[in-house]
């Protein structure tokens, strides 16, 4: 029987953190073409908008799956921990970043309420977006579901564990759940959670052995299923996303392993890749922004510029706002905003103070002792004995 094992910490692999720093990047472009980019009304001869829609289409079964596929392998340490210490460190701090962003979201997303993403409008949709119908920000929310389904799981095989979510994520990806808002999405990853944190060091060995020869084969299959599964309009089809997806992951593992060897290209997503949270949070409300104050005036442009637009805007887009919003993050962090982008800390007790509270109790429990041990002398035995 496979179990969950105690995992030992080891040094962070780059590959894995370049990945997070792909990902976060496709997610930000995801956005900034479906929620800004074809929005915008074209008047051009040429369908180079939709040929970024498609693009993006094309990576769905990419970008989340490989994503919680290396916060699994990320977590497998975190999950050996004691409860109280997942209670706070993990569960705690996910959901408390969720409801915190989800206010703020909620807030600024109701001066653009034509943006094209769910927002609460009323005290009932605050309710439910909080509980079971998560937000854009679904991925905090479905951290800390994750790590108690962990927890929870821990001592039961491994198969079991991803067999059951396995059927899960191939259930949820034919529609037949009710799974409005991006609750479809907790259904659907939770599979690749479990499989980055249960299966670490397969993917580790995966990663060890991925030449290149296997990335361009793995590559090339995927783009041959994808454009078969399309033709067909199987994307519904029972088991097809979650075989996509579990290709897909191979295959942006192993393109990781192969961009670490482009030292500066690699360090940068590195980088990036340890600091998707300030990015994800706040991409979308400047998106919005920008959006509110930009769609009439690029709808309006003629060909010749909506031309550049069309080829250029998503990738400048993209980039302006990671670099916004690291930029205001480092700013954040330096007005002692940290709890922006942390769970606040207990108050710490000054080592004077916990000196002086550790002497009282001592003081307490001796005269305690001293008085008990009196008592005893002084009564008399009720002569049942002790």
């Known amino acids: 029987m496979?179990?969950?094992?105690?995992?030992?910490?080891?040094?962070?692999?780059?590959?894995?953190?370049?990945?997070k720093g792909i990902c976060i990047l496709l997610v930000v472009l995801w956005h900034?073409?479906?929620?800004?980019?074809?929005?915008?009304?074209?008047?051009l001869s040429v369908p180079l908008?939709?040929?970024?829609?498609?693009?993006?289409?094309?990576?769905?079964?990419?970008?989340?799956?490989?994503?919680?596929?290396v916060s699994g392998m990320f977590a497998a340490a975190a999950a050996t921990r004691p409860w109280p210490v997942v209670a706070r460190s993990r569960i705690a701090k996910f959901y408390y970043l969720y409801a915190l962003w989800f206010a703020i979201h909620t807030t600024i997303l109701a001066f653009v309420p034509d943006?094209?993403?769910?927002?609460?409008?009323?005290?009932?949709?605050?309710?439910?977006?909080?509980?079971?119908?998560?937000?854009?920000?679904?991925y905090l929310m479905a951290l800390a579901v994750y790590f108690i389904v962990a927890k929870l799981t821990r001592g039961l095989p491994t198969a079991v564990v991803l067999g059951a979510a396995l059927l899960l994520s191939a259930i949820a990806a034919t529609g037949v759940l009710a799974a409005p808002g991006n609750r479809g999405q907790l259904y659907q990853n939770l599979f690749f959670f479990l499989a980055g944190l249960r299966l670490k060091s397969w993917v580790e060995q995966w990663a060890a052995g991925a030449t290149l020869r296997i990335l361009l084969i793995g590559a090339a299959g995927y783009v041959i299923l994808m454009g078969i599964v399309q033709v067909m309009h199987a994307e519904r089809g029972f088991g097809v996303w979650p075989a996509l997806s579990v290709l897909a992951v191979m295959v942006g593992v192993a393109a990781a392993v192969h961009i670490e060897?482009?030292?500066?290209?690699?360090?940068?997503?590195?980088?990036?890749?340890?600091?998707?949270?300030?990015?994800?949070?706040?991409?979308?409300?400047?998106?919005?922004?920008?959006?509110?104050?930009?769609?009439?005036?690029?709808?309006?442009?003629g060909s010749g510029g909506q031309l550049v637009l069309a080829v250029f805007l998503p990738i400048v887009l993209t980039a302006a706002l990671v670099a916004a919003c690291l930029g205001l993050h480092t700013l954040l962090q330096a007005m002692g905003a940290k709890w922006l982008f942390d769970l606040p800390?207990?108050?710490a007790v000054p080592?004077?103070?916990?000196?002086?509270?550790?002497?009282?109790?001592?003081?307490?429990r001796e005269d305690f002792l001293a008085q008990t041990e009196a008592s005893k002398r002084t009564q008399p035995s009720n002569g049942f004995g002790t």
């Open 32 to 43: 900034v073409v479906m929620k800004h980019y074809l929005q915008i009304d074209w008047h």
């Open 115 to 138: 943006f094209d993403t769910l927002s609460a409008r009323n005290a009932l949709d605050v309710l439910e977006q909080l509980t079971i119908t998560p937000t854009n920000l679904w």
């Open 2 to 19: 496979t179990t969950l094992p105690a995992v030992q910490p080891k040094a962070r692999a780059q590959w894995a953190d370049i990945v």
């Open 345 to 347: 800390r207990r108050a």
């Open 261 to 301: 060897r482009f030292r500066r290209l690699g360090a940068l997503l590195a980088r990036l890749g340890r600091m998707t949270l300030p990015i994800y949070v706040m991409h979308m409300p400047m998106l919005a922004l920008v959006h509110l104050v930009l769609l009439k005036p690029f709808s309006g442009l």
């Open 49 to 69: 908008p939709g040929a970024w829609g498609t693009f993006g289409e094309q990576l769905l079964p990419l970008r989340m799956p490989v994503f919680f596929t």
């Open 351 to 364: 080592p004077s103070q916990r000196r002086e509270d550790q002497t009282t109790v001592r003081l307490h």
